[in-house]
Each structure stands twice: as structure tokens, then as C-alpha cells.
């Protein structure tokens, strides 16, 4: 049988360094008549987090007959988190420093079955671990220091036609996220205990002539905190965590025209839908819908007078081309703000290859 392994060992450390001035006694300013002030005299803090892994990890595919293989792999990993922190007058704070060690073993099964000339079937089972760390700007020794843990299910179909010039691919997952941090009110964390997420994700492409091509992609996702009670005693199971919209959209076109420069011109629709911004679900940030246009040119080398120049092409895009205004992101650490998306852009860019 036709056998493939890869053993990867790998190693990293992460050392993050912040100043950061938390004396100041408060910083809200009147939307209508803001009075210009000042914060107060600056006294920094220092805090170092360091993160370091050391992982040996283990995958194989082994094709049980021409038309179908299977896929595992085993992860071991070690991880340590450490942290200090000094107040403005240098002097250590009190719970510092703290530090913590984990030890997960993750990995993953799956088989990929061709059913057909084109036509491929696959599914995967995964875990997968992370460190402690989702917000190491305000991790705190009174914070619960937990692995956040995830398991995946996914399964679908990815499809080509005898021509190649059409493919589509569908997939059905089922996510659950153990231990998550989330933000809340800006300089503190809460545990959710578990978020799931399940949807479905689909994207097709087609050339119908050699000049010109469509493509797009749509993926629907349920998701919700499984038990979720924060430190005030808010219970949010059953919520949606902020930022997920249920529906995403995603399509365009393009032509090219096949001239001694070739000249391609085409556009891009997107669409996101509703979210909310904080875990209560009280505030939602609405749909939005953003068009682009671009162009480009490939210019023939044969006309450039440098011959050292293998490809160069000239682009042109228009990125929102309605001026379109929307919420792109909502911060639920500070409650009702939001981040406003780009206006419209325009962009020229210029590309050579030699």
C-alpha cells in the first residue's frame, strides 16, 4: 500500500513586553461638547508575558486502495505561560509573577475517498489545545489559568468537472470550543465554558469560456455559548458570541480580453450578515453589502526595453464602491463601541516579475 509519514518537531517562544499607564482615573469624553483635558501625570506599568512550546507531532496517509486513503496524526505538546508585572514605581505586584505548564495531546483522523474521476468525498475528526493566553494584554493571577480545548467534525465533497473548468466544493463542521475567554468591560476576563459552532460552507467556480469566470461562496453558521455565566451572574447560555454573523456571501466576476496587453475587468460583491456586540445579544450591528471593481493590464515584455522583466501588470480597484458605512467589528471588552469598516478606497498598484 502507498504509504506516507512526516515527523515535524518544532519550538518557539514568544516574549511580549508592554508599558502601560493604569493610573489615570477615568477617560470618558461628551459626544456632542467633549471639553479638552488631560489624563494625568503618566505612570507606567511593565508587564512581560512569555509563552513558550516545544511539539513533536506525528501524520500519516495510507491508501488503503487507489481510491481511498486514510489520514491520522497524534500532536504532544509543552507549553509554558509566565507573566510579571511592576508597578509605576518599579516594585513587584502583588501575585506576581505567576506561571503555568500544560501538557496536551491533540491530533486527528480522517479518511479522502474518490469516488468518481473528480469527485472526492472526505471526513476529519481534530482537537486541537490552546494556551491560556487569549487576551495577554489583561491576563491577571486571579484569572482561571485553563487550556482552551476544541474538537471538530467535518465532512463534505469537493467536485471537478472532466474539463477543469468548474469545480465546487461543499463542507458540514460541528465545532465545540471548551475554556474560552472573553473580554469583559475592558480590564477583566470571564470563562465561557464551552461555545459550539455549526453551519455549513460551500464555493463553486466556473469558466465558461476561456475569457471569462464567476466564482463565488456562501457559508450559514449557528453559534452559541453551551454555559456561560459571568462573573456578575449573567447567564448567557444559548446566546451568540459577538461578531458571528449566521450568514456570509461572497461573489464575482471577470472578463478578460485577450488583446496584445491582455486587459481583465471584473467586480466583487460581499455580504455579512446581522452580529451582535456584547453577549447579551441587546445590540445588533447590521447587515452590510460592499461592492469592489478592479482592472489590470498585463503588459507584453516584448514592448518593454529592458528585457530583464518577465511579467508586469498594472492594477486598478475600487474598494467600496458605494461609500458604503457599517460596523465591521464590535468590541464587547468596552460596551456599545464598535469599529467603523473603510470608506471608499481607491487603489493603483504595479507588479513585475524577473
Not at 12 to 34: H, K
Not at 151 to 171: I, M, N
Not at 270 to 279: I, L, S, T, Y
Amino acid at each position: 500500500m502507498e504509504n506516507r509519514s512526516v515527523v515535524t518537531l518544532s519550538a518557539y517562544r514568544t516574549q511580549f513586553n508592554v508599558a502601560q499607564d493604569t493610573v489615570f482615573g477615568a477617560d470618558p469624553v461628551d459626544l456632542v461638547n467633549p471639553v479638552r483635558g488631560f489624563y494625568g501625570d503618566e505612570a507606567d506599568e511593565h508587564i512581560r508575558t512569555r509563552v513558550s512550546n516545544v511539539a513533536l507531532s506525528f501524520e500519516d496517509r495510507l491508501k488503503i486502495t487507489p481510491t481511498f486513503a486514510l489520514i491520522g496524526g497524534i500532536r504532544v505538546e509543552g507549553i509554558e505561560l509566565s507573566r510579571i508585572r511592576f508597578d509605576e514605581n518599579g516594585l513587584l505586584k502583588t501575585g506576581y509573577p505567576f506561571s503555568k505548564d500544560f501538557t496536551p495531546v491533540t491530533g486527528r483522523v480522517g479518511y479522502t475517498w474518490e469516488a468518481l474521476p473528480g469527485v472526492t468525498f472526505y471526513s476529519q475528526y481534530a482537537t486541537a489545545a490552546d494556551p491560556a493566553v487569549a487576551n495577554i494584554f489583561i491576563l491577571r493571577p486571579t484569572d482561571p489559568l485553563l487550556l482552551t480545548t476544541s474538537r471538530t467534525f467535518e465532512t463534505g465533497v469537493k467536485v471537478l468537472s472532466f474539463d477543469k473548468r468548474a469545480e465546487f466544493t461543499f463542507s458540514a463542521y460541528d465545532i465545540e470550543r471548551n475554556n474560552v475567554y472573553q473580554s469583559k468591560s475592558g480590564h477583566r476576563v470571564d470563562v465561557a465554558a464551552t461555545v459550539h459552532a455549526k453551519g455549513v460552507e460551500a464555493a463553486a467556480a466556473i469558466r465558461p469560456t476561456d475569457e471569462w469566470k464567476l466564482f463565488a461562496n456562501v457559508a450559514i453558521v449557528q453559534s452559541k455559548y453551551e454555559n456561560f455565566i459571568d462573573q456578575d451572574g449573567n447567564d448567557f447560555s444559548g446566546k451568540t458570541p459577538p461578531n458571528v454573523p449566521r450568514f456570509v456571501f461572497n461573489a464575482g466576476t471577470s472578463y478578460r480580453f485577450p488583446t496584445r496587453w491582455p486587459v481583465e475587468v471584473g467586480g466583487t460583491v460581499r455580504h455579512v450578515g446581522d452580529r451582535f456586540n456584547n453577549d447579551d445579544n441587546l445590540l445588533i450591528m447590521n447587515a452590510y453589502t460592499l461592492f469592489d471593481a478592479f482592472a489590470f493590464v498585463d503588459v507584453n515584455p516584448r514592448d518593454l526595453g529592458w528585457q530583464g522583466v518577465k511579467d508586469t501588470r498594472i492594477g486598478f480597484r475600487v474598494r467600496n464602491l458605494t461609500d458604503k458605512k457599517y460596523a465591521v467589528w464590535g468590541d464587547p471588552g468596552y460596551p456599545d463601541q464598535i469599529l467603523l469598516g473603510a470608506p471608499r478606497s481607491f487603489e493603483v498598484s504595479a507588479n513585475f516579475k524577473w
